[in-house]
């Protein structure tokens, strides 16, 4: 056995904290949505050491059949620029490489020691980014091995695992779902993106390579209460139930369209990640037509591999900090409502966090229906 103080400092069962890196294409890369497989991340500190990248490549080698998407990656966390410019870490086949320019990788994996001197070795994580195992750097092919004898993701814990969310039928009537759609198609769906942190800011982004969606939002004051009124009634409760939290707070009225026509998706995220969302708690995933259109399924990539579509008029609800990912619609057209639900502690938490919005994305969060309202209690029904 390597002496300890010489490898990275977790221990099986810790998970690592989320942290953001570069990588080729990507300057914020977000290292917790590679959940959903097994992860073995390799340190290794100056390749130029000699004869190293010749006994790392030998330990992996032979087992690169394992490496993709569906069941193992690697990934190399960068620490040394002259590793860089001389191209000795490239992205391959099952491969990524993560430039650890601010040392957020290796605090994550605490694989610095008290005087500073880098702690390289391989550490295997579960597909939900708990510590597997811990190998020092010269024990490559011992930390392989024990990769390829896994089993596959979905069974790695021994028992069938289920995404801690809550699925309730009956929130919306099937004439109210339509009066939704009908909204929809009146106002007509602009091209939706994501928030990220850039230079501090939070920005807006579009790219259809992680999402391709398009959102109208409800600018119908009389339509808004009536939206309120039935969550206030048949959402809200349950989510008290379940989570005994209390939300009194909503974001967004917002009805979204996944289309088949651009294979309609939003790749694995979060929704809670930047400054300006770090306030949202729970999301809520309403299908208005479920079972007009393939595809589109939620799933949640560190609870395995099963998907899930509420009902027409139903919900998911689901942590803004869970991993998701809504699967590309295959055939016909998906509308969903898709609000965020806080509380008022959280709501400081948003006044706070609209300071790093740029400009243009406060414009539009003061001037937009994207309000937040409160979610007070409604003296006109749900009719």
């Known amino acids: 056995m390597p002496n300890s103080s010489r490898m990275p400092g977790v221990t099986p069962g810790e998970p690592i904290p989320s942290f953001h890196a570069r990588a080729a294409g990507n300057p914020r890369f977000a290292f917790d949505t590679t959940a959903g497989r097994w992860l073995m991340v390799l340190i290794p500190g100056l390749l130029a050491q000699p004869g190293l990248a010749q006994r790392l490549a030998a330990a992996i080698t032979p087992h690169a059949g394992l490496l993709r998407l569906d069941h193992a990656y690697l990934l190399v966390i960068g620490t040394d620029a002259e590793d860089e410019l001389a191209g000795r870490m490239t992205d391959g086949p099952g491969r990524r490489v993560l430039w650890d320019d601010d040392g957020s990788a290796r605090r994550a994996f605490r694989a610095e020691g008290a005087d500073g001197a880098l702690r390289p070795g391989w550490v295997l994580l579960d597909p939900m980014l708990r510590v597997f195992g811990v190998w020092g750097l010269e024990q490559g092919a011992e930390a392989m091995a024990t990769l390829a004898a896994l089993p596959p993701p979905a069974d790695h814990a021994g028992v069938p695992t289920h995404a801690p969310i809550l699925v309730l039928p009956r929130i919306f009537e099937p004439d109210f779902c339509r009066r939704l759609i009908a909204e929809y198609e009146a106002v007509g769906g602009g091209e939706s993106g994501f928030m990220r942190d850039e230079g501090g800011r939070t920005v807006g982004v579009m790219d259809p390579g992680h999402k391709r969606r398009?959102?109208?939002?409800?600018?119908?004051?009389a339509l808004r209460t009536q939206i309120r009124a039935r969550l206030n009634a048949r959402l809200i409760p349950e989510i008290r139930r379940a989570f005994q939290y209390n939300v009194t707070r909503l974001e967004r009225y917002v009805v979204a369209c996944y289309d088949a026509a651009d294979q309609g998706f939003f790749r694995a995220h979060r929704d809670n990640t930047t400054k300006a969302t770090a306030h949202r708690r729970f999301a809520v995933t309403m299908n208005l037509n479920t079972g007009e259109y393939e595809g589109?399924?939620?799933?949640?990539?560190?609870?395995?591999p099963q998907t899930y579509k509420a009902p027409a008029g139903g919900a998911v609800v689901f942590s803004c900090s869970l991993l998701h990912e809504a699967r590309p619609v295959t055939r016909g057209?998906?509308?969903?409502?898709?609000?965020?639900?806080?509380?008022?502690?959280?709501?400081?938490?948003r006044e706070e966090g609209a300071k790093f919005l740029d400009q243009k994305e406060a414009a539009?969060?003061?001037?937009?229906?994207?309000?937040?309202?409160?979610?007070r209690a409604e003296t006109t029904g749900a009719a």
Request: no cysteine; glycine share 4%; hydrophobic share 45%.
């Open 333 to 349: 057209r998906r509308y969903a409502f898709l609000p965020f639900l806080y509380d008022d502690a959280a709501a400081a938490i």
């Open 296 to 304: 589109g399924e939620l799933s949640f990539p560190e609870f395995g």
């Open 364 to 375: 539009s969060a003061a001037d937009s229906a994207e309000a937040h309202q409160p979610m």
């Open 214 to 221: 398009k959102d109208a939002f409800i600018t119908d004051e």
